[in-house]
Structure formats: C-alpha cells, structure tokens
C-alpha cells in the first residue's frame, strides 16, 4: 500500500510563494513520473506541471515561468514552487504519481489535495 501525503497548501496573497510537497510512501519499487494537478470550483480537474523519471517536465501554459516542479527521488517526494501567484491559481492542488510495479506494469496513485487560496 502506498500513500501520498501533501503539505504547503494555504492562504497567500497576491504575488505572493507557496511551496508544495508530496511525499510517496509505503512499499515503493520505483516511481515514473509525479505530476502536480488543480482543480478550481466548478472546473475540472487539470495538469499544472510533471516531471518524469529523466527529470523532464513539462508545465500547463498558465502556470509557465512562475511554477517549478521537482523531485526528491531519494526521499520519493515532489514538489511544486509557485510564485507570482495571482487568484486565478486558487484551487485544490492534487500530487499524483505513477509507480512502477513488479512484475512490470504502472499505477496511479493520488495524493488527498491540498487548498491553494490566493486573494488579498
């Protein structure tokens, strides 16, 4: 059983930093990629940022130059710095990650969200 624990959440002001973290945990044999996703009140869910196991990411278009996503494979922990946040970033931000299973095959786990609220 894995578990994903997210922390960093919280309130901000506009222009303001928030870092998050999401730390995998449990019997882990590898990890692909963990991505960070958003989900805004009455919006679908959505990709704010990935970064596979080559340390490629990859960042939704809104978020490109402020966020920065991460990864702690040591630790099997991700993170998302976000700066210049502006209102429209205010969402549920949820880690997900893909692990690597023996025999080979991959799984989805999702972390519980974590609330991002920017307003002055």
């Known amino acids: 059983q894995v578990q994903l624990v997210e922390s960093g959440g919280g309130l901000v002001q506009p222009g303001g930093s928030l870092r998050l973290s999401c730390a995998a945990s449990g019997s882990i044999y590898g990890i692909n990629s963990m991505a960070w996703y958003r989900q805004a009140p009455e919006k679908q869910r959505e990709l704010v940022a990935v970064i596979t196991n080559s340390d490629k990411t990859n960042y939704a278009d809104s978020v490109k130059g402020r966020f920065t996503i991460s990864r702690d494979n040591a630790k099997n922990t991700v993170y998302l710095q976000m700066n210049s946040l502006k209102p429209e970033d205010t969402a549920v931000y949820y880690c997900?990650?893909?692990?690597?299973?023996?025999?080979?095959?991959?799984?989805?786990?999702w972390g519980q969200g974590t609330l991002v609220t920017v307003s002055s």
């Open positions: 997900k990650v893909v692990l690597i299973l023996q025999p080979y095959s991959l799984l989805e786990v």
